[in-house]
């Protein structure tokens, strides 16, 4: 029997893209494609796929809760994150909600079809740039836990949000400044106020004048 997945991207040309190499794989079938996260967990109670493969980065965090949600209807079903950058820390929350595995778009299809199979066959994925993300991270420097971990827990792209939101920019504007979608900084946002135990803007501001990220008149 074929490996059953389910493509979820917002973007149409990357499930084109992804579609049109799966299908010169003899032990892989498409069974549905989802351009959000609500359509990928539909399509996951409706086709009972092996291996949703979600891309992340555009959704942020409603990205783990699919996950928990489809795990939960349909706890056999092995879920990828294919991500744009590695964030630490979100790979551990969506290994922690029941994620299979983490690939980055940097990567080639090759290490797509090792992720699929390795998956299917009850592994725990991570193509080698995440890897060495979480082992640098959390086995040669396991972070304190708590509060106070500070801007160390960053990383450089949300520092550039944190910069961004702090100086004044809106959603949109900041997006447009690092060449982004709202969504993506969204979810940087969200992971910069968890990170640093922050609950608003103006205390994102506070803290980015008081270490030094932007200046006292921005």
Known sequence: MPIKIVISDEQKISREGLRALFLAEPDIEIAGEAQDEMTAIQLTLDLSPDVVLM?????????????????????????????NEIDGQFVREMLA??????????N?????????????????????????????????????????????????????VL???????????????????????DMHRQHIMGKLQLRSVAELTKYAIREGITPLHA
């Open 55 to 83: 891309g992340l980065g555009l959704a942020g965090p409603s990205s783990i809760d699919a996950t928990r949600q489809m795990l939960a209807a349909k706890p056999e079903v092995r879920i990828i994150g294919l991500c």
């Open 108 to 160: 080639g299809f090759a290490e797509v079809i090792a992720g699929v199979r390795s998956v299917f066959a009850r592994r725990i994925y991570l193509s080698p740039d995440v890897a060495q993300v979480m082992v640098d991270r959390y086995v040669l420097r396991p972070p304190a836990d708590g509060p106070g971990n500070g801007l160390g827990a960053l990383t450089p792209r949300e520092r550039e």
């Open 163 to 185: 910069q961004l939101v702090a100086e004044g920019l809106s959603t949109k504007e900041a997006a447009a400044a690092l060449k982004i979608s709202t969504k993506t900084v």
């Open 97 to 106: 909600a029941g994620g299979a595995g983490f690939i980055t778009r940097s």
